[in-house]
């Protein structure tokens, strides 16, 4: 399969790496608005075909998907594109700017005939996995409660400066992988309730937030999120999970330490990722499941089934963002149903 990038940015770069070791898969094109970043990255990966606008690149055609690693606000005129080109379809997150957007999007695909899925990667970092495989495979019967974590100081704007800039920041950029997280083992959500803060005076929005969810199975979970923890050691970038279930619990804690204990018995595991050649701490775990997911992605077109991370299984995770930025402004508990 043969595969075109938009977008040469910061990540981008972990895209790239990923797509060079799937077995059966060839980036032909990249694309990207900045010259200088585009010769670069076209040179360190070998890629001969590079245009500076999407709609050459199109029009040029030659390959079977497009990995979209752009910035949000581009993302509708992006998936439209590719829908009206006949190509498979991955787009990083935040998949839309807003539900309308993201409705439009997953339509032009799916009228298309071809595979969309949203690079929506927290849940396939192989720690994370494996509480999630644990946990739907009844390792502590049905569960109640759950809380996901992810509170770090880490500076994440020196690689990413334009995070600092935006009015939304937490929850739009880190938070919906954690709210995606909570899907993945709990499910849908029926209510949601959320308060923000802005500790860092820097940047323009929120880097604290704290979301409480009830799931459409009876869970209910914590999920909570901060960029202004300070604490050694750091434990940037893990999410930390705590499982309440009928017969048990399951931790994932710092570390990649996985505790199961049930019925009495208690079971430990070092689940620490793997370190890829082409990767380096402490990202490495983020990095691995951009390989792990970009390999579901082409299993589904090659097998004709639905990515995990499908286009509508993410406006259900776009909503809950929708949903916590309307609870913390107006300070009310929020049904799904509004957004």
């Known amino acids: 399969m043969k595969v075109a990038l938009i977008g040469c940015g910061f990540f981008a770069i972990n895209h790239l790496h990923a797509w060079s070791d799937i077995a059966g898969v060839e980036v032909v094109a990249l694309c990207d608005s900045n010259p200088q970043r585009l010769s670069e990255v076209a040179k360190d990966f070998a890629i001969a075909e590079v245009y500076d606008n999407a709609e050459a690149l199109f029009a040029a055609g030659g390959f079977d998907i497009v990995d979209i690693a752009t910035t949000v606000e581009s993302h509708r005129a992006l998936v439209e594109m590719a829908a009206r080109h006949s190509v498979h379809v991955i787009c990083q997150k935040p998949f839309a700017t807003n539900m309308k957007d993201a409705r439009a999007m997953v339509a032009a695909v799916e009228q298309s005939g071809k595979t969309l899925m949203v690079h929506e990667n927290f849940r396939w970092q192989s720690a994370v996995r494996t509480a999630v495989d644990e946990l739907r495979n009844g390792a502590i019967g049905t569960p109640f409660f759950g809380r996901v974590s992810f509170r770090s100081g880490y500076d994440v704007f020196s690689g990413q400066p334009y995070l600092a800039e935006g009015e939304r920041f937490i929850i739009e950029d880190l938070g919906i992988h954690i709210l995606d997280i909570s899907r993945a083992l709990f499910g849908d959500v029926l209510r949601m309730s959320a308060t923000t803060r802005r500790i860092n ?57 996985l505790t199961i204990q049930r019925d009495g018995d208690s079971e430990a595991r070092d689940v620490a990722p793997p370190v890829l050649p082409w990767a380096e701490r402490p990202w490495h775990n983020i990095q691995e499941s951009v390989l792990l997911i970009q390999q579901h992605f082409i299993d589904c077109i090659r097998n004709g089934q639905q990515p995990e991370n499908s286009g509508y299984d993410n406006l259900q995770t776009l909503s809950l963002v929708e949903a916590a930025y309307l609870s913390a402004s107006e300070q009310r508990t929020v049904d799904l149903s509004e957004i």
């Open 201 to 257: 005076p820097q940047i323009k929005g929120e880097d604290v937030a704290t979301m409480l969810l009830d799931h459409e199975g009876g869970v209910t979970s914590v999920v909570d999120c901060s960029y202004a923890t300070k604490r050694e050691p750091e434990t940037f970038p893990q999410s930390l999970l705590e499982i309440d279930g009928e017969r048990g619990t399951i931790r994932l804690d710092a570390g990649y330490r």
